[in-house]
């Protein structure tokens, strides 16, 4: 695919404009071509115009139609697969085995949504049948179930090219809801943005989807994506990012005249509690996957382990020799920007800073080109520092983890107490000691979305179950999930119909129940063969 | 029972402060005992920290323990309904009929939210099983359901002195979520909230509860308002009021350093459009069921019909002659408050003072003792006019309806295009031309919560369907409703577990389902009786 460095707006591309910008390769720090124009704020306007008005249609396409879009434009990444591949290498460095898993996941995302709609229990459908003879007054007929919101806005991450870019779950959860998807794409991938925006635009065309269904726009954030927030045909927005820049956008879409709901997902330390029977079984074992979960991707996750709470005790010195031996024997890594390099080593020399923080692993130095190569670091400090240290609870993204050596139990829990909103906290420990430490897993529950138990928060299943959100400022809003599929719930809202003749209401809610949908029908969750909806 | 004029925190009360406020009975304008002392900024902090102290426990009760307690409460409101409709008479003038209704809905709400937790399919578990030989990667044991989020601050309203105050449909649906509740009583019915909030507090104790589960405090809503609204341990927000009052709160919450969810709603106009097939045949009676909707209650409802839509020609000349007549034959009634009343008459003249808009009623001099007698009032002007003037869309509270007079079928969907959020949209039409015009049903559905068909607005069914709710600024988000059992998902967020061994998960998401729950297992909808999920 010849790339062309222009925004996609509609069947076409945005003029260029201004001065352009080129990607920069973070292995060697050399310019890719294309160089990318930036789209405007009449761009913005324009490309949200166009939304507007496909959403009006788009909204009313039956599921099935919706869900062949989005299997179309995973056929289309298939198909196109290496190429994508090769350019988000270039673009990110991130290995080919880690982006061919994460097309794969992208396709995955986009089938599973596809699903979703057409069984369509997702449409929260809800029947109350009439009751005339009711007194003192008739009781009406009402049904209700859930329609999207408008077009939605969002912001490609940095570090998921592919899963949380233009294709990803943010985009795959809003088509499927029915709303049309205005992309910021991020500036550090913007040839495989480029890629998968016109398969996306291709796929809209093949299966006549309105026009302006989806738009890609290259730009910065405190411009057009500002712009996004602000403009009034926009009803809702997702991001994944740093907590700045959720928050500037949070604070945008509060100070609108209509205010519209942000589903920034901001990061998180995600702490690994080692209780002591655990400790004593796996020391090892816990090392080596605690190391590979904060060295995958040079700890570019969200839910990279930053935080670990042990125990002081020979198991634990066992556990730290271990992990700090594998970490001295992992090669630095390259980062996906150099500012995202400095932002980590500024990171680790803040935690230093504080009195009573140690490195447990040697700074090399390595040859490093552009600026961009990091090594794994192991920090230790007691639990006394960190909880006087209110700056230990910031993120440090990339491959680094503060191991909190804790005196007792009931400092490991005040540690958690202590804790602001997380995506995820893991547990290690005996079955024993989890129900006996069940206080700890409450105290957990109050602050994060997922809880693991013997295992790692790397790796998000994409199922109907997962939550990947937690309490502020782990994202904007805790009540909701950017995977799995109640990710489909943040870009709907519910509308009720009273005393419709059965004609006039969406198929979704007629009383023969013709899409053969799971309801609520007067209170009981009711399958289409069940008695209780047949029976009327 | 003896008014004591004190806020209620905990087990007791709140010491007595400054200068002490009354209740004025708004039919004669004479203050009522006892006098109100307001709570500052301390009993605020006090409640807060006593009700964060017993959510920790109050969320981890039984389902059917918190619904003993809210059965609880409707019994002990039923025994003191008397007691309650009498002062709520005083304090508001609704006539005791009305007062009756609403202490059965009260205690309905109540009831209906109990039975729900006892069901338990509001609890959105779901389980995706493991997949230990799944490639590349074993897939994990996922499972999750919805918790509650925290204290919840309610913000009682003027209108409804029992089914939106005290032991109101926000307070039922947090407790019921297993929220710990916070309420500000609001200033107008301050005995009635101090006996159901005293009736609260004795089923409290009676139930166990942890003793932070209720308070009620008295005072401004600028002031310990405010303070609720920005204390760091209240978690989410309910409110039924005015919108500028509700876009303070949402403002002061979304500015705080963790921004909570607020749930206002802040009442619309609420269209009416009347299509020529159904004004040929039901003129009269449309007139007849209208002149009801909007003069009851002294049209003091969110979903009183203030905007009424109908073709220029004789049909609506006569529905008009039928609605002038009976609204003239209305004897004024009385308003809640004189400051009410006086905004309601404001309202009026800044509509008299548009160029093309008309009254119909006359303007008529009565007894008015106390300043809160407003007389049902009938406006007119056409299309042209209410597109030209953006201020006709603010709602005017209290006994009055505007009718548009529309050239045609296009103009009138060009003012549905032209509506702000509304809560509710009703048709008057045969089955026949809401067919024909859904282009109409379609535009609306974008504009409100809830769309009827040939009744009317006021009167929201108590269910599992209702969806009293809206775009903004009909509500502070359109995602939400306040009436009917998806009000509980306001107060939950989704937490998720991840290999964690049975025994250790909470009894929603055990493998053998003791609490016999409708799931979502490995994406299918699945009741405690399924194959699907006895067979595992």
Not at 76 to 99: F, G, S, V, Y
Request: charge should be neutral.
């Amino acid at each position: 695919m010849k790339l062309e460095g222009l925004s996609l707006i509609g069947h076409g591309c945005a003029e260029p404009k201004g001065s352009p910008t080129r990607a920069v390769n973070p292995a060697t720090g050399e310019n890719l071509e294309p160089a990318y124009y930036w789209a405007d704020a009449a761009d913005v306007d324009r490309a949200a115009r166009l939304a507007w008005e496909a959403f009006r249609q788009f909204r009313l396409w039956p599921a099935a139609e919706r869900a062949r879009l989005l299997r179309r434009i995973a056929e289309l990444i298939e198909a196109t697969a290496p190429e994508i591949q090769q350019r988000a290498h270039l673009e990110t460095a991130l290995p080919p085995p880690r982006l061919r898993a994460e097309t794969a996941r992208t396709c995955h995302q986009l089938r599973l949504f596809a699903t979703l709609i057409e069984q369509g229990w997702c449409w929260d459908a809800r029947i109350d049948h009439a009751d005339p003879t009711r007194q003192p007054l008739p009781k009406p007929d009402v049904r209700s179930h859930l329609i999207p919101l408008g077009p939605v806005a969002v912001f490609s991450s940095s570090n998921f090219p592919l899963a949380f870019s233009v294709a990803g779950g943010d985009t795959a959860s809003a088509l499927a809801a029915g709303c049309t998807v205005l992309v910021k794409a991020h500036q550090n991938h913007m040839g495989t943005s480029e890629i998968v925006g016109r398969l996306i635009q291709q796929a809209v065309r093949e299966c006549n989807a309105p026009e302006g269904t989806f738009a890609l726009l290259f730009g910065r954030g405190s411009e057009i994506g500002q712009a996004l927030v602000r403009h009034p045909l926009v009803k809702a927005v997702g991001f994944t990012g740093s907590r700045q820049g959720g928050r500037a956008l949070m604070d945008a879409a509060a100070a609108r005249r209509e205010p519209i709901p942000v589903y920034a997902e901001m990061g998180s330390i995600n702490p690994v509690f080692l209780l002591p029977g655990a400790l004593r079984q796996n020391a090892e074992t816990i090392a080596a996957g605690l190391h590979a979960s904060l060295t995958l991707g040079v700890g570019q996750f969200c839910t990279c382990p930053g935080l670990v709470l042990a125990p002081t005790g020979p198991d634990t010195d066992r556990f730290l020799a271990a992990l700090q031996q594998r970490m001295e024997n992992t090669p630095p890594g390259v980062m996906l920007t150099a500012e995202l390099c400095a932002a980590f080593h500024a990171g680790v020399r803040r935690c230093l800073q504080i009195p009573g923080v140690q490195r447990l692993t040697s700074a090399r130095a390595e040859s490093d080109p552009a600026g961009t190569r990091a090594a794994a670091t192991l920090l230790t400090t007691t639990a006394e520092v960190f909880l006087a240290h209110e700056s230990l609870m910031e993120e440090v993204f990339g491959p680094s983890t503060l191991v909190i050596l804790c005196r007792d139990f009931a400092q490991m829990l005040a540690v958690a107490e202590s804790l602001e909103g997380q995506l995820t906290a893991t547990l290690h420990a005996t079955p024993e000691e989890l129900i006996e430490h069940r206080d700890l897993v409450r105290a957990l529950e109050l602050k994060v979305g997922r809880l693991i138990f013997n295992g790692f928060p790397t790796g998000v299943e994409v199922c109907h179950a997962m939550v990947h959100g937690g309490p502020y400022p782990a994202t904007s809003d805790g009540r909701s999930t950017s995977v799995g599929t109640r990710a489909i719930l943040r870009f709907l809202r519910p509308v009720c119909y009273q005393n419709f003749p059965d004609a006039a209401l969406p198929e979704t809610l007629q009383e023969a129940n013709p899409l053969g949908l799971f309801r609520i029908v007067d209170g009981q969750p009711t399958g289409p063969a069940d008695r209780s909806s047949a029976s009327r």
